[in-house]
């Protein structure tokens, strides 16, 4: 899923996951390390940052 799907919200992310999305990848490309905060927090923002950061946003599909 890419960052345009995320931004179609037909999923139910917030506005401040997909912010965190966005900036979790960026910082991926730039080689960042997590902050405490992205981390640990709990709130919609960090955990977008963390599935952008670590590029995961759902389980994969079973086969049908």
Same mark, same amino acid.
């Given at each position: +899923?890419?960052?345009?799907?995320? +931004? /179609? /919200?037909? /999923?139910?992310?917030?506005?401040? =996951?997909? $912010?965190?999305?966005?900036?979790?990848?960026?910082?991926?490309?730039? $080689?960042?390390?997590?902050?405490?905060?992205?981390?640990?927090?709990? $709130? $919609?923002?960090?955990?977008? =940052?963390?599935?952008?950061?670590?590029?995961? +946003?759902?389980?994969?599909?079973?086969?049908?």
């Amino acid at each position: +899923m890419d960052v345009l799907e995320l +931004m /179609n /919200n037909e /999923n139910g992310r917030s506005a401040a =996951f997909v $912010d965190g999305f966005t900036e979790g990848k960026s910082a991926r490309a730039r $080689d960042e390390v997590l902050s405490p905060y992205h981390d640990i927090g709990m $709130d $919609d923002y960090a955990q977008g =940052f963390r599935a952008g950061f670590f590029t995961r +946003m759902a389980p994969p599909r079973a086969a049908a």
